[in-house]
């Protein structure tokens, strides 16, 4: 496909990346972005090795850069930083991001996992 986006915004208050790409626009939460990284650390290096992400319902975008004429580099809060995120990928994040989405809060529900960051505190009594 290898379409570029026409607009790249990053809303730094509520979180989202906006992407136009031609007349679509998409809406992209940091959240999202982050639990969908095109990462080795979370796609894994091969079929059936992602790693399911967790805790990252507060996670914020720290920069947005550019990547050649093909990509962009998002790093986020959390330390992750080495996601290329392509703009067919992004296109497609856009496209099917409610199916996507559906998806995750599944797979979190059958992990036992949550949104939320673990919180918890650990005690050792010495």
């Known amino acids: 496909m290898n379409k570029m986006p ?15 790409f031609g007349g ?4 992209l939460p940091a959240e999202f972005l982050r639990v969908h990284s ?3 650390e979370v796609k894994g290096h091969g079929p059936g090795q992602a790693v399911l992400q ?9 920069t947005v850069e550019r ?3 093909y990509a962009l580099k998002l790093v986020f809060d959390d330390g992750h930083d ?3 995120y392509t703009w067919d990928y992004l296109y497609e994040l856009g496209k099917n991001q409610e199916s ?10 059958r ?10 505190v650990v005690k050792f009594i010495g």
Request: a neutral charge; hydrophobic letters at 35%; charged letters at 20%.
């Open 6 to 20: 026409t607009k790249i915004q990053l809303h730094k208050q509520s979180q989202q990346l906006e992407l136009h």
């Open 24 to 27: 679509e626009q998409f809406l």
């Open 38 to 40: 095109p990462s080795a």
């Open 54 to 62: 967790y805790g990252k319902q507060d996670v914020a975008i720290s």
């Open 67 to 69: 990547a050649g004429n």
């Open 82 to 84: 080495t996601g290329i």
């Open 100 to 109: 996507l989405w559906n998806m995750y809060l599944d797979e979190l529900h």
């Open 111 to 120: 992990a036992g996992k949550s949104r939320a960051k673990d919180t918890s």
